[in-house]
């Protein structure tokens, strides 16, 4: 007995001692970690090397705001958000600068994880593009499918490119609403409205269970408004001729048969693109265009964030004092 006590209490002894042999391990490990952080953040250089030839991959990631949602469960430092945003101001100082620099020969537009934005907010990217343009460099865009929204930026490029067994869906533009007059009377719920004048719709979920004739014709009116912009945009953009984009949507059926159904080719016969490529095609044109990074095994490239970095850090450098006008976005 007395053997067996001491055998466990070396037992016990021993696993003390290793754990604790551990414990300053571990701490040592996580000390000199610290230090080799705090290092690499003193001795880091914001700089990044560009090629000298190279085309700018402006890749949109999530909804395009003026100010970026903030939240408890977001965080800059742990590099998190709610969800993916892009600073519109972002997008157009970054097209901007590159206009006038010599590394940029093209801008490619990569709109696959593009999400939601304003006409008001696109309106001013494709101003922005438009203005590039004007330094003799060439924009493209490639996809494998383009939204509404996407093809509103997509149709500034000298060459827009399209996936063999892709699309561009255009739907037009609607305002639809939920209605709640049945469901509050199954929940004897009383609702008491008072409203003067005829174009009022603000409570008409409450108190019908469909769009009134007043309101079909109030929002009718400013929707086409903004359509009517949208497909003239477009066909200038495009060289089509007036109506050419709503005979595109109103007639979809009936041109979906003349093309077997292939929608693809349904774009590229009413020119909203120029040609049907591959990932492969389109990335071979653009080696033979600003030439090919051997490591990467792509083209010569300069991503968004990094640009956008670069200019902004190189703004910083420049500037001559610090009483500047500052926005704020309320």
Not at 285 to 290: D, G, K, N, Q
Not at 304 to 329: H, M, P
Request: hydrophobic letters at 45%; one cysteine or more; charged letters at 25%.
């Amino acid at each position: 007995m007395k053997y067996f006590v001491k055998a466990i209490r070396w037992l016990i002894s021993g696993f003390w001692q290793g754990l604790t042999v551990c414990r300053a391990i571990v701490g040592n490990l996580i000390f000199l970690a610290l230090i080799a952080a705090f290092l690499a953040i003193f001795f880091y250089d914001g700089k990044k090397d560009f090629p000298d030839k190279a085309a700018l991959l402006l890749a949109l990631q999530g909804d395009i705001v003026i100010q970026k949602t903030e939240s408890m469960l977001s965080s800059r430092l742990m590099g998190e958000a709610t969800r993916e945003e892009t600073l519109l101001k972002d997008i157009i100082d970054v097209i901007d600068h590159a206009k006038d620099d010599q590394r940029v020969q093209a801008l490619v537009l990569n709109l696959h994880d593009m999400g939601n934005a304003a006409t008001s907010k696109l309106a001013d990217i494709g101003e922005a593009l438009k203005r590039f343009k004007t330094g003799g460099k060439p924009i493209y865009a490639s996809a494998d499918y383009y939204g509404q929204q996407q093809y509103d930026l997509a149709a500034h490029a000298d060459h827009l490119y399209l996936h063999p067994m892709g699309g561009v869906a255009l739907t037009g533009f609607g305002i639809y609403r939920n209605y709640f007059k049945s469901a509050l009377e199954k929940l004897m719920i009383q609702f008491h409205a008072f409203r003067v004048g005829t174009y009022k719709s603000a409570l008409e979920p409450f108190l019908r269970d469909d769009m009134s004739a007043y309101a079909k014709e109030a929002n009718l009116s400013w929707l086409s408004v903004l359509w009517n912009a949208y497909t003239a945009t477009i066909a200038e953009l495009r060289g089509l001729p007036p109506g050419a984009v709503d005979d595109y949507i109103n007639n979809v059926s009936e041109n979906l048969s003349l093309v077997k159904g292939d929608t693809a080719q349904l774009a590229l016969d009413h020119g909203l693109v120029d040609a049907l490529k591959t990932r492969d095609e389109v990335r071979e044109e653009l080696i033979a265009l600003v030439g090919e990074d051997a490591e990467e095994m792509a083209i010569n490239q300069i991503q968004f964030d990094d640009y956008l970095a670069a200019i902004q850090l190189q703004g910083r450098q420049n500037r001559e004092d610090t009483s500047k006008v500052g926005v704020i976005v309320a």
